[in-house]
């Protein structure tokens, strides 16, 4: 069993960074895609970024890029969320997940964590 951890969410005013961690046990780390997605109140769940198994390749959604970047660190099982310069439309439930193959669809990912909630004030 995968098992996901996320931390490093808070309270930060606009314009404020915020770095979100997931770190990841119970199989091999370097054998999954990892995404981000973020739920806001009352919002369905929105894919926010995935990076590959080696860390080579990233995407994101339009609304976080030249904000947000996504990475790894396949020796601490760990993959992280660079957060600038945040808007109060950042508000959400970040969840970590992790997938077999690279992509942005929530369906694809078959472990997920519990959550870390990111609230970014006006």
């Known amino acids: 069993q995968v098992q996901l951890v996320e931390s490093g969410g808070g309270l930060v005013q606009a314009g404020g960074s915020l770095r979100l961690s997931c770190a990841v046990s119970?199989?091999?780390?370097?054998?999954?895609?990892m995404g981000w997605f973020r739920r806001a109140p009352g919002k369905e769940r929105q894919f926010v970024s995935v990076?590959?198994?080696?860390?080579?390749?990233?995407s994101y959604t339009d609304s976080v890029k030249g904000r947000f970047t996504i990475s790894r660190d396949n020796a601490k099982n760990t993959v992280y969320l660079q957060m600038n310069s945040l808007k109060p439309e950042d508000t959400a439930t970040y969840y970590c997940?992790?997938?077999?193959?690279?992509?942005?669809?929530?369906?694809?990912?078959?472990?997920w964590g519990q959550g870390t909630q990111v609230t970014v004030s006006s």
């Open positions: 119970g199989r091999t780390f370097s054998s999954y895609a």
């Open positions: 990076i590959s198994r080696s860390g080579g390749l990233t």
């Open positions: 997940a992790a997938a077999n193959g690279y992509s942005g669809r929530s369906s694809s990912y078959d472990y």
